[in-house]
C-alpha cells in the first residue's frame, strides 16, 4: 500500500461518508451532560461534539455536527462508534494510546483491541500536517466529557 | 490568445523555450516530490525563487555585510550602496521615486505600518500635518469582501482604537465586487479606503481606477493591497494613482522577510512613524526626539540588507524577462486552467467568469473536501493550496469553508496545467464520490 492509500484505508473513507453519530442528538432531561466546539484554524474544519454520561461514569452517547475533511469527519463518527462503551477513565486511557500514534510519524504499530477502528488512522501520523484533522473529534469529546453537566 | 481587459495592449506571450529556460534558472523546479515531478502551482502563496536571488544574498554576505546608514568604514558605505540602489531598483519597479519606498518585513507590516501611523496621529502625534490621517467617530473607513486578513484586521483594529467606523464592499454570490455601491460608501465620512489590486483567492483583478476617482471626490486616503498584483503585472502607482500601495517580496521571486509600502512622498513626509528606535532619527534629548523624513523615519532598527538586495536582484529578473509578457503567459495558463477546471465533471470553479483575473483560479472538486483533494494532489507531485487563504468573509459570501486554489507563475509550463487538470479529474474516483 502506498502512503496515500495508508492515509485514506477504506474504513476512513467509509466512515467519512457513513458519519456515525451525526447530527446532533439533544440530551434528555437531567441527564449528565457536556458539549465542546472545537475549531481548527488552520484549514477551518470545526466541529460541536455532544456527550452524555450515564452510571458508573459510563458514557452513553455521543452525537456531534462537523464540516472537515474525510479524516476529521471520519474520526467523529468512529469515535462515536467506540465512546458509549466506555467509562470515562477508559475513554481517557484510549485517548492517550491514540495521541501517542498520531506523534509516531508512522513508527508505532497500533493495538488493535485497544483503538479498534481507530487504529486504521495510523496512516495519517505520517502526514504531520493531518494530524490535528484526526485528533479534532477525540479533543472534542475530553472537552465535553470535563465539562459534564447536568 | 483571447485578450483581457486590463491588458489592454496586446503582448506577445513567453515561448514555451523561453518558458523552459526561465524554470531551469529554478533549482527548486527540477526536484522530485513523492517519486515524481514537483508540479509547482502554489505561487499565489509563495512565489520560488531563482538562483540569482539567492546568489545575490550570499554575494552580500561574502563581501559587503555591515550595518547601513552608520558607520564610517568602506564595508558599511558599500553596504549602504548596495541597500539604497536595491530601493532605486524596486521603486522605479512599480514607478515610484526612491523616497517613496519604505521597506518592512512583509505586506503585513506595511499594511499595519499605515495603520499604526494613523493611530498615532489619531492621538496627536504629528502636529498640524498630520490632520489628514486622523480619525474619530464619525470617520468611516471602507474596505472590501475580498480582502485577504492582512488587509482587514489592520483596519478593523485601527478602527477599535479610534472610534471610526469599519464599512465594506460586499461581493455578489459569484465574488465579484458590487461596484454600484461605491457612490453610497464612500461619502464625506469617508477618510481612507483600503482594497485589493488582485484578489489573492479569486486572482480577480479590481478596477482601481473606480475606487481612486470616487475616494479622492472626498478627499479619502486610497490603499492599494498589491501583493498578488505587483509580482504579476506591470505596476506604474503613479498611473494607478493610489495614496500607498503595500507589496510582500517572497511572492515575486524576491526572499522572505522583505516587503514594502510604497506612499506618495508628502504624505510619508507628514505621517508620524509607527516603529521607533536607531536610525530614524534627527535629535534626541531625554524627553523627546525629532525624525528624518521619509523614507528613514520609517526604517528604524537594523535593516534587511541582504533581503532588500535579494529582492531588487528578483525585481530586474522580472524586469529583463518583461512584466507585460509574463502577464501575457499567466494569463494563457489561468484561461488554461479555468476551462479545463470548470470541464471536469463534478468540479466547479469559483470566481465570474466575465472579469479579468491572472493565472489563479480556486475551485472545488464536489463531495471531497479541500484538503483531501490536496492530500491526492501533492501524492502527485502537485503542489496547490488549501484553506480559506486567509480570507474567511469572502469564503462565507461565496458558500463554502474552504477551497482548492491552483496559482500560477512565469516559470509554469502548459504540462503543468495539464497535469493538474488530469490528476484533478481522477479525484472523485480515488474517494468513491
Redesign the interface.
Known sequence: MNELDQLYQQVILDHAKRRIGSPLVDPAAGELHGESHQHNPICGDQIRVRVAVGENDHFTAMSWEGDGCSISMASASVLSEMLPELTKDEFLDKLEVFREMMRSRGAMVPDEEVLEDAAAFVGVSKFPARVKCAMLAWVAAEAAMLGASA | MHTVIGHPEATEALSLSEVERIKADFEILEHQV?GTDLVYLDSGATSQKPRCVYEAEQHYYENANSAVHRGAHSLAVEATDIFEQARETVAKFIGARSNELVWTSNATEALNLISYSMSNASLGRGGDEAQRFRLGAGDEILVTELEHHANLIPWQELAFRTGATLRYVPVDEQGALRYEMLDELINSRTKLVAFTHVSNVLGTITDVARFVSAAKAVGALTVLDGCQSVPHMPIDVKSLDVDFMAFSGHKMLGPTGIGALYGRAELLDAMPPFLTGGSMITVVDMEHAEFLPSPQRFEAGTQRVAQAHGLATAASYLDEVGMDRIASWEEHLGAMLFEGLSNIEGVRVFGPSDIARIGTVPFEVIG?????VG??LD?RGIAVR???HCA?PL?RALGV??TTRASTYLYNTEQDITALIEAVASVRE???V
Open positions: 513523492n471531497v473536501h479541500p484538503h483531501d492530500q491526492y501524492s488549501v484553506g480559506h474567511q469564503h469553508s474552504a480515488y474517494f468513491g
